[in-house]
Each structure stands twice: as structure tokens, then as C-alpha cells.
């Protein structure tokens, strides 16, 4: 089975850490080597690139965001509490709702007005939900609609970013919808109903999507022929004082390059001013081909997200490199068409798919659990997104609670933050930074794929400037060995640094209802001598470094 053909169904403890700070002379490494080079600016992170994705799919919205006013779970206006106060410590940007495939099927009239009268429909993702999956799951009751889901941004301090429906409502819905959160205290009637339900002052919602993966479950149209439905109903689109809107157009599925030329070449074609009128293209790219070759199926060549060996821990590793390409790729052929790259990328969902059975509720569809391999996966691939600060202007996690690669998982009152979400706790350091060139030379890692002498990067990661702050993050992916690597920062001297790990003694680790604490991130202070210091990166971990320069 495919991906299409999938979503066309559903539409039917960490270890003893060492981080030392020593003079470059007692350096035990065999010439590993971190040069950052402060002349060398790439460009500024966007910190649109640490945004998250939370689809009205099985657990992710009912019971992971939303449990409901009245619910004894903690909440603040129905919204679950643990979650609005862990996401302040990871300063989100944005967040992408309601979809995913969903949004094509969602008609954002039905969740707006008097909660007791919004109608109950079937969702999108009803007819895969899997037996013991709970009745909230496959009938929509609309409860967390726009209203809720501003509600939610605001109490996290996100921008919304919204999925419009391009495959089954017409193109006056969308501008209705911009109309509803956009439009100005009692201009309209949709602005009157917007205040009715307490929310006199406008959404000002800037970031729209102008549907999702069209190429498949948002209407399987060919690239040209989504241009033509991205003319339309992006044609004459209300705007107000207050909100510019960025429009992020449907993007390829992995390496479709055909689908990034055709749809440029299709929007030229009418009037090559439009390119400039496009803010993103989306990208999406899940990591789940882990059968090393052996198989293309979507069902059988997933990996398992729990039980894994050291082959499949270096395996979904190298696969999550993947994503650079990618960029590179697309952000060429978009060049074609949009020679001073007024378009940037949106990666508006990435991150690794496993075969089902990992839940920690049954019954959520498509819920995994992260364990320290997603951490560095994850890491690792915000690190590409810092590397190209010029093309990525913004990209969601797929998906922010109880799915895929999540931040969170939660159920009724229990809750935890898993290996990922403590990814973004550190990383969230570099948002609004200075890229700067990074150089790693460390030696490659070498291991036996299936009889093949296979090797993998030793080291690698990016840095950002801050004023005085440099902030450094690198991923060890090493099992079994630390890597001792000397730092060198050109064009600026280190007087002080601290260190975060995250780490553990096995690689399966991961963090649950009951025990939340397994995998945590650890400072630890480093005193820093001589112009060249040495840190140890500890196996199979993610470190922070934050260096004071002067
Ligand atoms: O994240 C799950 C699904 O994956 C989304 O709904 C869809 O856009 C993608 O195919």
C-alpha cells in the first residue's frame, strides 16, 4: 500500500552524562572538530521553522487539547492546562489546525455559534479509526472550532496558522472564514458573531493554507490543476488592517519535483506577478521507509517506533538526512520559476511514521511513542532547518500531541512530555538567531547494513548568534562512543558556556504516564579554558551549548 493510498482509506534514566570543558592541549579526540564561524552568517531562523501541527484526528484535539470545560482534567476554558503550561516553556510560534487531510473536509461554519447548537458530523479520519477507538473520535461534536482553537494560540502565545478547504467547500468559504476572524468590530455580520461568542477584537490571522496535500486527499488534482484552483480561490481575497495574509500553498510530497515545477509554472503562466503573491510552498516528508530496500509497501516497510536494534537506530537516522535534499531540491526547482526566491518553503509537516501498536492509549489512531531515537531524529532535523535559514520559513511537527511524532501524550488526567518535546524546549533557543556556517569534522560512524560496510555522519548540528549568546546544538549518534570534539569559534572568544543533555543509557528510552522522568534534559555548568575548549558529546545525545562571546 501507498501513502495516497492509506489516506484514500481513511477518508473512506539517563546514563552517567561527562561534559567537560578542558584546554585545547589535553584534547583526547582523534582531530574531531566544531568550527563556527561568526563572519559567516547565513541568515536569520526563522522562528516560524519550530512550529507545531495539531489535526482534528482521534486523540489529538479530544483529549489531548481539548477535554472540555466541565471535564475534572484541568483546564482553562475546556482547554487541557499541563498542555498550555508546557508549551510556554517552548515558545511556539505557530500552530497548524485542522488539518491535514481533515481540513478538506472541514466546514468551519460548524464550529462557530453556541457550542449546544454546533452540528455532529463524521470525521474525516472516522472509517480508519480502529475498533476500540471512542465514539468522540469518529463523530465530530465541533466543540474546539476557531473560537476555541484562537483561544488556545493566545493562552500558548502561537500565531495560527489555518488549513482552508479547497476539495469540498467553495472558494467564498474561504473568504468567509478570513472575513470571520479577520474583519473588524462591527463591520460585518460574521464580525458581529464573532463578538457574540466573546471575541469582539479580530483573529488577525495572517498564515492561511490553501488546502492540503492536493495532490491526494485534498482533491487529487494534478499540479496544474491545483494552480488553477489556487488562482481561484486566492483571487480578490478579503483583506483588513492588521493582518497581511501569507498564503502557503499546497506543496510536493517528498521528492515530487514535477509537483513544485507544475504548479509554478501553471501560476506563471497566468501572470508571473502572482509568484509574488505566494508566501510559502508546503513540503511534507515523513520518515517511514525503514525496510533498508527491501520493501516500498506503506504497510510492511514501516519500522516499529519501540522495538529496534542498533541497525534501525542508525537506519531512521540517516533516512531523517534525507530532508536537506529535499530542501535543496525543491528550493532549485522553485528557483526556476522564482529566480529571487519571494517563495519560501513550509515543511509543514515532517517527522517519522511507525507501524501501529506503540500507543499509549489504545484506540488513537496513529498515536506513537517517541522514544530517544525520535529525540535525535527530531534534533537533528530542526538542525537542517537551521542550516537553511534563507529557504524554511516555517515548518510543524507532525503532530503536536497523541500522533505521530509527538510533544506530548496524554489521556483523561494523565500527561507527559516526551523526548521530543524536551528537543524543542532546547532548541528553542535559536529561534530568531543568526545562522552561522558550522563546519564538523568528526570521524564517520561505520556498521554492517545487512552484510554492507554502511557509514553515517559522527557529529553534526548547527549555531546561532544571539548578540552575545552563541548557542550551539549538535547530535551524537553514536550508540556506543562519545566523541570528545574542540570547539573553535572564529571571529569571537568564548569567556563562558553552559551545557543541556539529553540523553539516557538505552536507546529505547522514552517517557510515560508512569514514568514521565525517564528521558530529561540535564544542565550542567562548564567552565570554559583556553581559546579552543574540548566538550564531550555523550552517546547517543543532544546537546546544548550556550557560550557567552565577546
Ligand atoms: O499527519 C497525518 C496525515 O498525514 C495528515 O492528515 C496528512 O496531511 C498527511 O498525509
Not at 488549513?163 to 467553495?170: F, G, T, V
Request: proline residues 6%; aromatic residues 10%; glycine residues 8%.
Amino acid at each position: 500500500m501507498r501513502r495516497r493510498e492509506f489516506l484514500r482509506n481513511a477518508a473512506a534514566g539517563a546514563g552517567v552524562l561527562v561534559l567537560r570543558s578542558v584546554p585545547a592541549a589535553f584534547a583526547q579526540s582523534a582531530g574531531a572538530r566544531i568550527e563556527i564561524l561568526v563572519d559567516e552568517p547565513l541568515g536569520t531562523i526563522s522562528p516560524g521553522i519550530y512550529g507545531h501541527f495539531a489535526e482534528n484526528l482521534s486523540g489529538v484535539i479530544y483529549d489531548g487539547v481539548w477535554v472540555g470545560e466541565h471535564s475534572k482534567v484541568p483546564n482553562v476554558g475546556g482547554i487541557r492546562k499541563e498542555l498550555v503550561e508546557e508549551m510556554r516553556k517552548i515558545n511556539p510560534p505557530i500552530v497548524r489546525f485542522p488539518g491535514g487531510c481533515f481540513a478538506d473536509s472541514y466546514d468551519w461554519r460548524d464550529g462557530i455559534g453556541p457550542a449546544d447548537k454546533r452540528p455532529r458530523r463524521t470525521n474525516f479520519w472516522s472509517s480508519s479509526e480502529p475498533a476500540s477507538a471512542p465514539d468522540t473520535h469518529r463523530y465530530d461534536a465541533n466543540q474546539f472550532g476557531t473560537n476555541e482553537f484562537m483561544q488556545f494560540c493566545r493562552l500558548i502565545g502561537a500565531q495560527p496558522y489555518l488549513a482552508a478547504n479547497l476539495r469540498s467547500l467553495p472558494a467564498q468559504e474561504f473568504s468567509r472564514w478570513v472575513e470571520y476572524c479577520n474583519s473588524p468590530p462591527g463591520s460585518t455580520t460574521l464580525a458581529d458573531e464573532r463578538a457574540a461568542a466573546g471575541f469582539k477584537d479580530p483573529f488577525n490571522v495572517r498564515y492561511w493554507g490553501v488546502g492540503n496535500e492536493s495532490w491526494g486527499c485534498g482533491g487529487n488534482f494534478t499540479a496544474r490543476e491545483y494552480a488553477v484552483e489556487y488562482r481561484r480561490f486566492t483571487a480578490w481575497l478579503p483583506k483588513y488592517a492588521g493582518a497581511e495574509l501569507s498564503l502557503i500553498a499546497s506543496g510536493p510530497n517528498d521528492e515530487e519535483w514535477d509537483w513544485t515545477r507544475g504548479f509554478l509554472e501553471e501560476i506563471a503562466r497566468k501572470d508571473k506577478d502572482l509568484i509574488e503573491e505566494i508566501y510559502g510552498l508546503a513540503l511534507h516528508h515523513y520518515t517511514w521507509n525503514l525496510s533498508r530496500g527491501k520493501s516500498t509497501d506503506w504497510d510492511k516497510a514501516k519500522g516499529d517506533a519501540v522495538k529496534f536494534d542498533v541497525l534501525d537506530w542508525y537506519e531512521l537516522l540517516r533516512e531523517g538526512d534525507v530532508m536537506e535534499s529535499l530542501i535543496d531540491g525543491h528550493w532549485k526547482a522553485m528557483g526556476e520559476f522564482d529566480p529571487t526566491h519571494h517563495i519560501k518553503l513550509a515543511v509543514d509537516e515532517w517527522g517519522p511514521w511507525y507501524r501501529p501498536g506503540s500507543e499509549l492509549t489504545p484506540g488513537d489512531q496513529i498515536e506513537q511513542l517517541p522514544t530517544l531515537r525520535d529525540a535525535l531524529f527530531s534534533a537533528s532535523t530542526l538542525d537542517i532547518f537551521n542550516r537553511h535559514p534563507e529557504k524554511v520559513a516555517l515548518a510543524c511537527c507532525a503532530q503536536l500531541i497523541n500522533c505521530l511524532n509527538s510533544l506530548y501524550l496524554a489521556h483523561e488526567d494523565r500527561f507527559c512530555v516526551t523526548p521530543v518535546g524536551h528537543v524543542f524546549a532546547m532548541y528553542a533557543a535559536h529561534q530568531g538567531g543568526t545562522s552561522l556556517r558550522t563546519h564538523f569534522s568528526v570521524p564517520e560512524i561505520h556498521y554492517d547494513r545487512d552484510g554492507e560496510a554502511a557509514s553515517m555522519w559522527g557529529l553534526r548540528g548547527s549555531a546561532s548568534l544571539h548578540g552575545k549568546e552563541l548557542v550551539l546544538t549538535a547530535v551524537n549518534p553514536n550508540v556506543h562512543e562519545a566523541v570528545d570534539a574542540q570547539i573553535a569559534v572564529r571571529g569571537a572568544r568564548v569567556k563562558s558556556g553552559t551545557a543541556t543533555v539529553l540523553t539516557a543509557s538505552d536507546m529505547h528510552a522514552a517517557n510515560t504516564f508512569q514514568q514521565r522522568q525517564v528521558v530529561v534534559p540535564k544542565s550542567l555548568a562548564a567552565e570554559i579554558k583556553g581559546d579552543a575548549p574540548v566538550f564531550r558529546f555523550p552517546p547517543a545525545s543532544v546537546v546544548k551549548l550556550v557560550l557567552q562571546v565577546g
